[in-house]
C-alpha cells in the first residue's frame, strides 16, 4: 500500500483548495459539493459525481514497489528449487 503524504482536492464548482491533515479530519470545500477525510491515513472523498473535484493528492509509491520487488525475487527463488 501506496504511503499518503498529501490529501487533497480542488473543487470544480467554487475553487478551494481543501486538504485532511489526520485521521478523521473531515473538510468540506466552502461551497459544501465536495469533502476529504483520512489525513494520511486513508483517502475518502463525498462528491455528487466525479467530475466535481479534481485530485491532487501525494502519495509514495516506493515501498509499494520495493514490497512487489520482494515478493517477484521470492517467487524466482522458489521456482529454482
Avoid at 65 to 77: F, P, T
Wanted: with cysteine.
Amino acid at each position: 500500500m501506496a504511503k499518503i503524504i498529501t490529501n487533497m482536492v480542488k473543487c470544480n464548482h467554487c475553487g478551494s483548495v481543501i486538504e485532511s491533515v489526520y485521521r478523521h479530519d473531515f473538510v468540506w470545500c466552502s461551497c459544501k459539493k465536495v469533502a476529504v477525510d483520512g489525513g494520511t491515513e486513508y483517502l475518502r472523498r463525498v462528491f455528487s459525481v466525479p467530475s466535481d473535484y479534481t485530485e491532487m493528492s501525494k502519495e509514495d509509491r516506493t515501498v509499494e514497489e520495493a514490497a512487489a520487488k520482494k515478493a517477484k525475487a521470492a517467487s524466482k527463488k522458489k521456482g529454482k528449487k
